[in-house]
Every structure is written in C-alpha cells, then in structure tokens.
Nanobody, 122 residues
Framework: QVQLVESGGGLVQAGGSLRLSCAAS????????MGWFRQAPGKEREFVGV???????LYADAVKGRFTISRDKAKNTVYLQMNSLKREDTAVYYC????????????????WGQGTQVTVSS
C-alpha cells in the first residue's frame, strides 16, 4: 500500500506563490511517476502536471510557465512550486502516483493523497 500526504496549501493573494509538498511512504518508489491534479468547487478534477522518475515533466496549458514540479528521491517527496497565482487556481490540489508513463488522466493513477486546499484571493 502507498500513502501520499500533501501539505503546503493555504491562502495567498493573486500574484503570489506557494509550494506544495507530497510525501510518499509505504513501498519502494523507484520508477514511480508522480502527478498533480486539482479540483475546484463544481468542477471536475483536472490535470496540473506530472514528473517521471528521470525528471521529465509535462504540464497543463493553464499552468505552463507558472508551475514547476520537482522531486527529491531521497525523501520520496514531490513538490509543486506555484508562482504568479491567479484566482482561477483556487482548488483542492491532489498528488497521485502511477507506475508508468506520463498520464494526464486521473484513471492512469493508482494512489491518491487526501488533497490540500489552495485559495487565491484578489
């Protein structure tokens, strides 16, 4: 079993920055792909970005150039650095783990964290 725990969410003004963390535990994470998703009230969960074991990344167009995903293999932790935040970035952010590829769909992930709230005020 894999446990994912997100942290770092909070309230920030538009134009500000936040860094989310996702700490993984429970098994060996060699080769594991880590993704970030978000879900705003009344909307479907949407892809934010993903990073594979070698460090390759893929981002949604809505966050490209503003968000950066990185990982610390020694700590089994993945980060989502969010800069130039906009009100429309307000959502619950989830990290997820997959065994392969660079999936953009939620169905491609096997494990999920509980989510952390990010609220961007004007």
């Amino acid at each position: 079993q894999v446990q994912l725990v997100e942290s770092g969410g909070g309230l920030v003004q538009a134009g500000g920055s936040l860094r989310l963390s996702c700490a993984a535990s429970g098994r060996s994470f060699s080769g594991i792909v880590m993704g970030w998703f978000r879900q705003a009230p009344g909307k479907e969960r949407e892809f934010v970005g993903v990073i594979n074991w070698s460090g390759s990344t893929l981002y949604a167009d809505a966050v490209k150039g503003r968000f950066t995903i990185s990982r610390d293999k020694a700590k089994n932790t993945v980060y989502l650095q969010m800069n130039s935040l906009k009100r429309e970035d307000t959502a619950v952010y989830y990290c997820a783990a997959s065994r392969t590829g660079l999936p953009r769909d939620a169905v491609g992930y096997d494990y999920w964290g509980q989510g952390t709230q990010v609220t961007v005020s004007s």
